[in-house]
DNA sequence: CACAGCAGTTGCACACCATGCAACGGAAGG
DNA sequence: CCTTCCGTTGCATGGTGTGCAACTGCTGTG
């Protein structure tokens, strides 16, 4: 599009601050963003003005600010499966100690939009707007593999191609969830059951997450049941809720 | 300022959606920000675009996307004391049973950036981007106290003069704790300590919630050592974080 | 102390593009 | 079928965002 230019900017600009580097001067996110120089002193400033972006007098670097976080609280509030799913994850936590996770699908990625941390000791940690490829995790791969069996265009959002991933994806169709051991997070392994909306497409997901060693594959064809049964009451839930708000 | 009016314009019109209204057409965009229709149109478009505000087909109504959350993600994960409150949060969670919520200061209001939902049956839930007015809940009111012995402004972060709030803070200064019996919400009480930074400035309070009828004055003043002590254990935490962040 | 190097901001002129208007197409309701 | 309301889209124009380059301020160095 060659519509509203400054703000596709400013989109990336914000973009340009990541988890491995959430604090950056002017140059660092002119470079990263391709932008003049300039530009970017005058959109931060901008961004700054609008509370997007903090600005740290003591280090001269910009990271994203308030404003951005005050509205993903608005964007969580209105998530239907957040809802649905609150009320069912805490019990999943107690029943199997492990760390419980709803995921929503954006493109090529899963986001965390709730989360329950387990109740062990050593845990697997994650946080809301987490991102994580669908192609290896538990969660996406349980999108992935109903996004296959209900003939959507599952390829495209597994981004890459991955030799074997198909018959995989079968695979996990077929037994109804789909596990992970280290392929994304070493040392992190995870079990996860897709979450079918009103119609029956898929684009969430609710996965156990916990340390590999203890969470072998024994634990996690434990836990599957439990999993299986709170994504299915997760899904009812949802079917009851009132006003498809959903799917774009 | 006459610099970046559409991005000023664009950020208008995310702040549209709220908690009440999370769903808006365009013309209901329009109204809100005063913007013309088709700009409001156009505006929406382009943030489409970026994915920061999806489109329901259905109803025809806009809502914020996940793009907002993928970046509140990235701003969660650098705000110091969310880090510094983390271990300590789950501890205070279970030796209470209450909710645990970690809040900082933005202008007037008080801003959730992290949570632990209390072990009870029935609790007071929060949510992470949640907002509150300083000058009427426990937490905000531990700031706001903070600020007065520190001879801040806290006239300005309280808004709206409230009769005898000078007095009131000045007695929770004394006091080292904040409560709050129903005074925000209908049936929550509420126990808070503020949380210092290495200059002792305070933006950041801890807090404990739960219903009034359960969590009444002598839970909380039981439950004040516990929050103090754990309010003091996040600031020293705090204060052993590198002040300055590494680039790559 | 001077100088070089770098980061960030700002004046300026021009091209670009975001905006308001109005008209159009479409859906919903009478 | 007509009316009404909503959302989108050509179009002309005035506003404004942008690149360039000069300037300031800071840091480290010989």
């Known amino acids: 599009m060659a519509t509203h230019q400054s703000l596709h900017r400013a989109v990336t600009v914000l973009r340009a ?3 491995a580097e959430p604090a950056l001067t002017v140059t660092e996110v002119a ?4 932008l003049h120089k300039s530009t970017a002193s005058r959109l931060l400033a901008a961004l700054l003005d609008d509370g997007l972006v903090r600005h740290d007098r003591g280090t001269g670097r910009y990271s994203l600010g308030m404003g951005v976080v005050e509205l993903a609280g608005v964007a969580l509030g209105q998530i239907d499966v957040r809802g649905a799913a609150m009320p069912h994850m805490e019990a999943l936590a107690a029943a199997t100690g492990e760390t419980v996770s709803v995921v929503v699908r954006r493109g090529t990625e899963a986001i965390t939009v709730a989360h329950q941390p387990g109740t062990r ?3 697997h940690v994650a946080w809301i707007g987490r991102r994580m490829p669908l192609r290896s995790t538990a969660a996406g791969r349980a999108i992935l593999a109903s996004m296959l069996r209900r003939g959507d265009d599952w390829r495209a959002a597994a981004g890459t191609d991955v030799p074997g991933l198909a018959e995989r994806l079968g695979a996990i169709a077929d037994a109804g969830v789909a596990h992970e051991d280290e392929a994304f997070e070493a ?4 079990v996860a059951a897709p979450i079918p909306d009103r119609t029956g497409a898929v684009d969430a997901a609710v996965a156990l997450s916990g340390p590999a060693d203890r969470f072998d594959r024994p634990r996690r064809d434990e836990a599957a ?3 299986v049964a709170a994504a299915s009451a997760i899904a009812t839930d949802l079917g009851l809720r009132e006003p498809a708000r959903d799917v774009a």
Chains 1, 2 share one sequence.
């Open 17 to 19: 601050f990541t988890e």
């Open 31 to 34: 470079d990263r963003t391709n």
């Open 121 to 123: 000791a050593t845990r």
């Open 187 to 190: 040392g992190v392994a995870a």
């Open 225 to 227: 049941t439990t999993l």
